[in-house]
């Protein structure tokens, strides 16, 4: 993977294909290894770009916090090294509501925007299954949040792997954790959780999506893809209840359901999550017409 130099580290990301700049961004606890079957997929006339997030896959591990604020930073850094001009922006988990971040801020860049199981609004504990809230809990506390993750590996062990209803392979797994041998270098993962917008905390994290929740409202010029999939509450983070959130609130908006699959949806239905891309970029003439790729006979 090419690597660049971005403030104090480096950012290494996939880089493949010619034509309009579609950025992947994945989220906690995957890397850019997430769009490896969907990338090649989406067809013609679309350049994937795909950068593992500051300190996760092979990107720089600086010693900063990892907040929501130091990913944007970092990822703004990596906007402005690459000089991609005019973007369209895809979004899974935390990757999503980076994204929705970066077009709230850039919306002249912004062609745009898909997302699949993100964080779409500021959220409460009633948004959360009663199974899953002590989970959360722990994550988010002092102590027990350091033990379940640092220690634990909770995340590459037990949540990544019950995320994905087809199953990981021992390679891909082995992919997804090796960024992560040591205590220290799980610390990323560790401030995902605890960036969650519950009740009003952290207040920073809430204020910026506030931020892009106005803009998805009123950028009615930037088209919008929101990905859905077939499960259950423990499963999946949007529901019905969020898909009618999204429907009644962002401007522009497609709904497209993409089958059955869990929290990693990208690792469970790739084909379908690929073609509903393609078929949304050629609705709003999002890359290049085929006739224009080719060479006049």
């Known amino acids: 993977m090419p690597e660049i130099t971005v403030l104090d580290s ?33 067809g013609d006339g679309i350049r994937c770009l795909a950068p593992d ?54 919306p002249e860049s912004v062609r745009g925007v898909v997302a699949m199981e993100a964080i779409m609004r500021p959220m409460d504990w009633t948004d959360f299954p009663d199974s899953a809230r002590p989970r959360y809990e722990a994550l988010r506390g002092t102590g027990t949040g350091e033990a379940k993750v640092l220690d634990e590996n909770f995340f590459i062990k037990v949540a990544l792997p019950a995320t994905v209803l087809s199953g990981l392979s021992d390679e891909d797994l082995r992919i997804y954790g090796q960024p992560y041998p040591t205590r220290e270098s799980r610390r990323p993962l560790l401030e995902w959780p605890r960036s969650i917008p519950i009740n009003g905390e952290p207040a920073n994290v809430v204020a910026r999506i506030e931020a ?39 401007a522009s908006l497609e709904i497209e359901n993409c089958g059955p699959a869990r929290h990693a949806a990208p690792e469970d239905r790739p084909e379908a999550i690929a073609a509903a891309i393609a078929g949304w970029a050629d609705r709003h003439e999002l890359r290049p017409a085929p006739s224009t790729l080719m060479p006049s006979a």
């Open 53 to 106: 997030l500051i300190g996760m896959g092979s990107s720089g591990k600086p010693d900063i916090a990892y907040t929501f604020d130091d990913h944007a930073r970092y990822l703004d850094a990596w906007f402005e090294a690459m000089q991609l001009g005019e973007v369209v922006l895809i979004g899974h988990d935390w990757g999503g509501a980076l994204a929705f971040d970066w077009a709230a801020r850039h």
């Open 212 to 250: 892009y929740d106005r803009w998805l409202a009123t950028s009615g010029n930037v088209p919008k893809l929101l990905l859905t999939f077939e499960g259950s509450p423990e499963t999946l983070m949007i529901g019905p209840e969020m898909i009618a959130w999204c429907a009644e609130n962002i």
């Open 10 to 42: 480096t950012i290494s990301y996939v880089d493949a294909g010619n034509g309009t700049p579609f950025v992947f961004l994945h989220g906690n606890p995957t890397s850019s290894h997430l769009w490896r079957n969907i990338l090649p997929a989406v």
